[in-house]
C-alpha cells in the first residue's frame, strides 16, 4: 500500500473477527515499528503481545471501564506497548535533555506506536490505540519490567467493521505559514 493512502484510510477499529492473528505476523509489525525515529536512536520502545485468552480477560475485567473491556475481549491480540524509562530526552548522566523533559519519551513511543498501526493496516488488520485503564493494575498482571513504563494497549485484529472517514479539520483550521 502506498503510505498516503496507508495514512488516509487506516481507522482506530473497536470490533475484530475471531482470525488468529500469527506470531509471525506479530514479530513483522514490531519489526516495522522499529524503524520509527527516536530521541538519539534510543530505540526506547518495547511490546508486550498478549494472545492468551485468559490473560486478555483478565486485563479487561480488572483494569478497563466496559467500553474498553469489550474491544480488549473481541481483539484476537493486545499489544501494550513500554519504554525503557529515563533514556529518550534524557543525558547519559539522567539530566533533561530539553525544557519537555520526560515528556519526550512518550514522544517517542507515539511515533513507534503510530508506525506499528500503519504497518498492521499496510497487513489488512486493524487497531485501536487505547489510553483509558488502570495502568498500575495492567503493569502488574503485565509484568511490566522495573525501569520500563506502560504507555499504551492496542488492540490487534482482523477488523469487523469498516468505519467511514471521521470529520477532519481543513488545513487552514490546523496550518499556520509565517
Known amino acids: ?3 498516503i493512502k496507508c495514512i488516509k484510510t487506516r481507522r482506530s477499529i473497536r ?3 475471531d482470525e488468529k492473528v500469527s506470531n509471525d505476523t506479530i ?3 514490531v519489526l516495522a515499528a522499529s524503524y520509527a525515529p527516536s530521541w538519539k536512536n534510543s530505540q ?3 511490546y508486550i503481545a498478549v494472545t492468551d485468552p485468559d490473560l486478555k480477560s483478565q486485563i479487561a475485567s480488572e483494569c478497563c471501564a466496559e467500553h474498553n473491556a469489550g474491544i480488549i475481549n473481541s481483539a484476537p491480540v493486545i499489544v501494550a506497548t513500554l519504554i525503557k524509562d529515563k533514556r ?3 543525558e547519559r548522566d539522567g539530566s533533561f535533555s530539553t525544557i519537555r523533559e520526560d515528556g519526550w519519551q512518550a514522544f517517542d513511543n507515539g511515533i513507534a506506536t503510530q508506525t506499528f498501526c500503519l ?3 499496510d497487513q489488512g488488520l486493524g487497531t485501536v490505540i487505547m489510553g483509558l485503564y488502570d495502568i498500575e493494575k495492567a503493569s502488574e498482571i ?3 519490567p522495573e525501569g520500563e513504563l506502560l504507555m499504551s494497549l492496542i488492540a490487534l485484529g482482523h477488523p469487523d467493521i469498516d468505519p467511514e472517514v471521521p470529520k477532519k479539520k481543513s488545513v487552514e483550521d490546523i496550518l499556520t505559514i509565517k
Request: charged content about 30%; cysteine-free; aromatic content about 10%.
Open 88 to 90: 529518550s530526552g534524557f
Open 15 to 17: 470490533k475484530f473477527t
Open 142 to 144: 503485565l509484568e511490566v
Open 27 to 29: 514479530k513483522d509489525l
Open 44 to 46: 526506547t520502545t518495547r
Open 119 to 121: 504497518a498492521a493496516h
Open 1 to 3: 500500500m502506498e503510505t
